[in-house]
């Protein structure tokens, strides 16, 4: 039985990191007026209570977001006052209340010749993202998103961004993961690929990472965002693979989780490097 859910965790300083490199490189993408097709293969539910049970019972958004949300004012990079207004955070509150997830984050961002198709497998899960996006255009299919993504590839429109945020409470998730992003690159070479992983100790993200290195695909950075004091047991970070980055994309997320490490918010370190050079 699965029991994965990403209310438990919403706000967390994975979370802070994976919305981050979505945020900015979606951003960097849209410099250019041609229409962007946005997929997100698991999609969770889109918006999150953090004064609700599961956020309050595991307290990962107040070592996450919450921190930064009360740090913001000393945080400059160019790109916060508009991170700031996609979240909805009131500024006259201590803390945030709600805290969106990846679809609403594409949503966030999305302009009028975009679109957004999120699929999400648990009915839920897929319910709430239904009832969610039924006031946005964001599409809604309640299915696998890995094979959901490949059956929608290539786009009509001329670019791709994906993101791809399993739970990995299977362990096949991590080849599944690898496997689909490098057949969705071959449909569709120039996309640009978002890959969220948890860097844990038993390190199935490495098999993951070398099953990617021995494939055709080029361009894939890697960005980690390692906890100053791991704990014993779970994650020690976060791990983002990213395919076809935007140009400034390094630059723009290695000063805003800089700013975030010298405001004190989140004790993690950021570390960039090529999986796969061009
Ligand atoms: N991407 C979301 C965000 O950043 O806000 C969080 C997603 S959460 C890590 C993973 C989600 O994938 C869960 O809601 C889970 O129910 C869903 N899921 C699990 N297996 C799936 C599959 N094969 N296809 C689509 N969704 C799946």
């Given at each position: 039985m699965l029991s994965y859910l990403h209310a438990f965790h919403a706000g967390n300083f994975a979370d802070v990191h994976k919305h981050l490199g979505l945020f900015v490189a979606l951003k960097l993408m849209q410099r250019k007026p041609t229409p962007i097709a946005c997929f997100d293969t698991h999609g969770g539910?889109?918006?999150?209570?953090?004064?609700?049970d599961k956020a309050r019972k595991t307290g990962e958004a107040y070592a996450g977001v919450q921190r930064v949300w009360q740090r913001r004012a000393t945080l400059e990079h160019e790109l916060w006052p508009e991170v700031w207004g996609l979240i909805?955070?009131?500024?006259?509150?201590?803390?945030?209340?709600y805290y969106p997830g990846s679809p609403a984050w594409l949503e966030g961002l999305r302009r009028e010749q975009d679109s957004v198709t999120a699929f999400e497998l648990h009915s839920n899960e897929s319910s709430r993202l239904q009832q969610w996006a039924a006031s946005t255009s964001v599409g809604v299919i309640a299915a696998d998103g890995f094979r959901g993504l490949l059956s929608a590839l290539?786009?009509?429109?001329?670019r791709l961004f994906t993101l791809i945020d399993p739970?990995?409470?299977?362990?096949d998730d991590y080849a599944r993961t690898a496997d689909t992003l490098i057949r969705a690159w071959k449909r569709c070479r120039h996309g640009v690929y978002l890959v969220w992983y948890p860097v844990l100790p038993e390190a199935q993200f490495e098999r993951m990472i070398e099953q990617v290195q021995g494939s055709?695909?080029?361009?894939v950075l890697r960005s980690q965002y390692l906890l100053d004091q791991p704990p014993e047991?779970?994650?020690a970070g976060s791990g983002l693979l990213l395919v076809?980055?935007?140009?400034?994309w390094a630059d723009a997320i290695q000063s805003m989780l800089g700013e975030i490490h010298a405001s004190g918010a989140i004790a993690a370190r950021h570390q960039l490097d090529w999986v796969v050079p061009e």
């Amino acid at each position: 039985m699965l029991s994965y859910l990403h209310a438990f965790h919403a706000g967390n300083f994975a979370d802070v990191h994976k919305h981050l490199g979505l945020f900015v490189a979606l951003k960097l993408m849209q410099r250019k007026p041609t229409p962007i097709a946005c997929f997100d293969t698991h999609g969770g539910s889109a918006l999150y209570d953090l004064a609700g049970d599961k956020a309050r019972k595991t307290g990962e958004a107040y070592a996450g977001v919450q921190r930064v949300w009360q740090r913001r004012a000393t945080l400059e990079h160019e790109l916060w006052p508009e991170v700031w207004g996609l979240i909805g955070g009131d500024p006259n509150e201590a803390a945030l209340r709600y805290y969106p997830g990846s679809p609403a984050w594409l949503e966030g961002l999305r302009r009028e010749q975009d679109s957004v198709t999120a699929f999400e497998l648990h009915s839920n899960e897929s319910s709430r993202l239904q009832q969610w996006a039924a006031s946005t255009s964001v599409g809604v299919i309640a299915a696998d998103g890995f094979r959901g993504l490949l059956s929608a590839l290539p786009p009509r429109e001329p670019r791709l961004f994906t993101l791809i945020d399993p739970p990995y409470e299977i362990k096949d998730d991590y080849a599944r993961t690898a496997d689909t992003l490098i057949r969705a690159w071959k449909r569709c070479r120039h996309g640009v690929y978002l890959v969220w992983y948890p860097v844990l100790p038993e390190a199935q993200f490495e098999r993951m990472i070398e099953q990617v290195q021995g494939s055709p695909m080029t361009k894939v950075l890697r960005s980690q965002y390692l906890l100053d004091q791991p704990p014993e047991r779970g994650m020690a970070g976060s791990g983002l693979l990213l395919v076809n980055p935007p140009w400034g994309w390094a630059d723009a997320i290695q000063s805003m989780l800089g700013e975030i490490h010298a405001s004190g918010a989140i004790a993690a370190r950021h570390q960039l490097d090529w999986v796969v050079p061009e």
